[in-house]
């Protein structure tokens, strides 16, 4: 009989487990997170503190910008083509309203290669072009007045409590003027918004030849 060959069975030994601590006992209770947002929320968007979004010690700001002398408006502007035997040549032609809503208004027509420089030379014009309008008391005109130039005729009339009744650029002419309770009317049927303008600067200009009584100030009996 052949002997029979036994191994031997392989035994794990397992580590002893950590004893486990008990977590100290104290009166305080557990940690809980504060929300906090509700208390600087006032802080940060209000005026009160110097290191929030809203606080600024140096009060608001003053614009410390000069106003213009003469309020402007653009009546027409448009792109032009002079044809030469080097081709074509591309420019802007511009016409302005200027004016200081005082009585004086003018306008102008400049012409160059870039739209700013076109519409700078424009005001220029309206500048040295400028009229002043004889008005009344209540910001008016005397008389009905009628004017052509070139194609376009325009008739302007005071309209007493009735404010200002115009359009296109006859109306743009009018509030730089500084007018009010006036009405104008096309008499052509010309579209020209510059022809219209200038026609409407004519006809104001015809009233410097007109008297207007000044009203009488009763002097305070002593």
Do not use: W, Y
């Amino acid at each position: 009989m052949e002997p029979t060959l036994t191994t031997p069975t392989e035994t794990t030994t397992q580590a002893p487990a950590a004893p486990v601590q008990a977590a100290p006992s104290s009166d305080r209770p557990a940690f809980q997170p504060r929300d906090n947002r509700g208390d600087n929320r006032g802080g940060q968007r209000g005026g009160g503190g110097r290191g929030g979004r809203g606080g600024n010690s140096r009060g608001p700001r003053r614009d410390t910008r000069q106003k213009p002398e003469f309020d402007q408006k653009i009546v027409s502007l448009r792109r032009v083509v002079r044809v030469t035997s080097g081709g074509r040549r591309f420019a802007f032609s511009a016409c302005v309203v200027a004016g200081n809503r005082k009585g004086m208004v003018g306008v102008g027509l400049g012409k160059a290669t870039d739209t700013p420089l076109a519409i700078e030379k424009a005001f220029r014009d309206a500048k040295k072009n400028m009229i002043t309008v004889n008005m009344t008391p209540n910001m008016s005109i005397p008389h009905e007045v009628e004017a052509k130039f070139a194609a376009s005729v325009v008739k302007i009339m005071p309209a007493p409590g009735r404010g200002m009744l115009a359009g296109s650029s006859v109306r743009t002419v009018l509030e730089l003027a500084g007018l009010k309770e006036i009405g104008a009317k096309l008499l052509s049927r010309s579209k020209n918004s510059m022809n219209n303008a200038i026609a409407a600067v004519e006809a104001l200009d015809s009233l410097k030849r007109t008297k207007i009584k000044q009203p009488k100030i009763k002097e305070a009996v002593k």
